[in-house]
């Protein structure tokens, strides 16, 4: 029998966990309920301290006016009579009940007292001595069920010459009325903060649903975004500027560069294998030509130099696009410390060759002082060579190549001129980008890939520096690059 109690409770509570009524709960978990929550706690939270307030403050208040009262009634109740019986001074008092009051003996004894006088009242230890020192006092003191507020003060009598302490008169009030007052306010507080904050839970849940809906209108449009996979929606539009449409702005300006690198990232991949489909199509046409029918020696030897120049091509682009690979990512250059002006006239050694053989003039002006960088010197040899090498390529026959080094306050600086045909302004922008060429037929015959530029840029971006352009379509073009000089030799 227990056993198959036990196992039908087993069965049940199994069920009534799996049941919606935890899933219901689950809005527990939100940040409105804990919004709801907290509005409810602060708002029950100052009713009570206001409440707190509000009674002992009317506690204090209906006390002081008892007070006032029974030292009313004290005074009035005893006064001098004409009984002037000179021994016995306390034949010269009479007293008056005007409230529930008595007349004590200085030790204690009851001489008189009004029939309202609750007489089992008892006379506290410390009384009769304050009473003797002239003091009167206030206090509470419970009888039975009622509490009462008594009232002492000492009596004296005036004999024309002398002031002598004879008795001591106690006035009481039961503070029933009272009590009943403060415990009618604490009942009505207590049904008021009931009342009040199941409703501000309400007027919470609904505030905070409102201050919410911008967030949860942006969390479905990001969902909406990861669930089509397309970055080009956004999620601000129609948003305020507060605090969630900054947000969403913020999202959208992450999207935005999302987009823009997963685009690059797509247009070098389509690039790269356009760049690398080419040679590779020629190469395959060059082969099957060659083997269509037998050859002699000679023109298999032909053959055979005209595909090494397409691989050599090949090569450069795949070596290109290695590079561009490696220095793109964040590792930091080597520190080599740099003399500018001696990398500088390495290339330019090295591109003479080049230059006389287009019949243009290269020439070298170096500052007096010495620029030194740190950096990676094979990979700054690298960028200085590419501009030259774009100079000369860029510039017909006859012209002039200058290449100039000097430094300011923190850079050094090399710049490269020519008086070649110079870059129009649409595609300045762009001619950093990987595989951009300003007019691909040219280009091509020059046997630019169009990478050389963006290597320059990635090269000097991992180190500190930059690449600028100014350029002059049929006048010429200056490419200045900026490195940071070592610190302590700048002074
Ligand atoms: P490579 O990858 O072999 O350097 P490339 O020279 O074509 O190929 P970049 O060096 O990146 O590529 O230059 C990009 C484009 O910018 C060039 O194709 C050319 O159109 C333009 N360009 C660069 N330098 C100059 C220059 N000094 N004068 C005129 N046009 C230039
Ligand atoms: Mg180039």
Redesign the pocket.
Not at 420 to 423: D, E, K, L, S, V
Not at 436 to 439: G, I, K, Q
Not at 446 to 455: F, S
């Given at each position: 029998m227990i056993t198959r109690y036990s196992l039908l409770v087993t069965r049940y509570s199994f069920e009534f966990f799996n049941s919606n009524f935890f899933v219901m709960l689950s809005f527990t978990r939100t940040l409105r309920f804990r919004l709801a929550l907290w509005f409810m706690a602060v708002l029950g939270g100052a009713m009570v301290v206001l409440g707190a307030l509000i009674y002992f403050g009317l506690q204090q208040a209906l006390l002081n006016n008892v007070d006032i009262t029974l030292r009313n009634a004290a005074v009035r109740s005893v006064i001098p009579s004409n009984n002037d019986a000179a021994d016995d001074q306390l034949r010269r008092l009479s007293f008056i009940s005007l409230a529930p009051s008595r007349l004590l003996s200085l030790d204690g004894t009851m001489l008189q007292f009004d029939a309202a006088f609750p007489v089992d009242l008892p006379i506290a230890p410390d009384l009769l001595g304050i009473i003797q020192a002239g003091n009167a006092r206030f206090e509470t003191q419970p009888l039975g069920s009622v509490a009462y507020r008594l009232y002492s003060a000492p009596v004296s009598v005036n004999d024309g010459v002398n002031n002598t302490r004879v008795a001591a008169v106690q006035v009481v009030q039961s503070l029933e009325n009272e009590y009943t007052t403060l415990a009618n306010m604490r009942r009505l507080f207590g049904i008021l903060i009931l009342v009040t904050l199941p409703l501000a839970g309400l007027g919470g849940w609904f505030l905070a649903g409102r201050a919410l809906a911008p967030i949860e209108h942006v969390r479905r449009d990001v969902a909406s975004i990861i669930g089509n996979a397309d970055l080009s929606q956004r999620v601000s539009e129609g948003l305020p500027d507060d605090e969630v449409g900054k947000l969403a702005r913020t999202f959208d300006g992450l999207l935005a560069r999302i987009e823009g690198a997963m685009s690059r990232e797509r247009q070098f991949t389509a690039d790269a294998s356009h760049e690398l489909r080419s040679p590779l199509a020629a190469l395959k046409g060059e082969i099957s030509v060659a083997l269509n029918r037998p050859r002699s020696a000679a023109e298999y030897r032909d053959t055979l130099s005209e595909l090494e120049t397409s691989v050599d091509d090949m090569t450069?682009v795949v070596e290109?696009l290695l590079t561009l690979a490696r220095t793109n990512n964040d590792t930091k250059p080597a520190d080599q410390p740099i003399e500018v002006v001696e990398m500088v006239m390495g290339v330019c050694d090295r591109m003479m060759v080049l230059a006389h053989e287009k019949s243009l003039e290269l020439r070298v002006k170096l500052s007096a002082d010495q620029p030194v960088v740190t950096g990676d010197r094979s990979q700054l040899t690298r960028v200085v060579t590419?501009?030259v090498?774009?100079?000369i390529?860029?510039?017909p026959a006859g012209g002039v190549v200058e290449v100039r080094v000097s430094r300011n306050v923190a850079h050094a600086l090399v710049e490269?001129q020519?008086t070649?045909?110079?870059?129009a302004p649409e595609?300045a922008p762009h001619?950093?980008d990987r595989f951009?060429?300003?007019?691909s037929a040219?280009?091509r015959e020059?046997?630019?890939?169009?990478?050389?530029?963006?290597?320059?840029q990635a090269i000097m971006q991992r180190h500190g520096g930059d690449i600028g352009?100014a350029?002059e379509v049929g006048v010429?073009?200056l490419?200045t690059v900026r490195l940071p000089l070592v610190a302590d030799l700048t002074a």
């Open positions: 450069h290109d590419n501009l090498d774009n100079a390529r860029y510039t490269v020519d070649g045909i110079g870059i595609h001619i950093f951009y060429r300003t007019d040219r280009s020059n046997g630019g890939t169009g990478l050389g530029l963006a290597i320059a352009v350029s010429g073009t490419f």
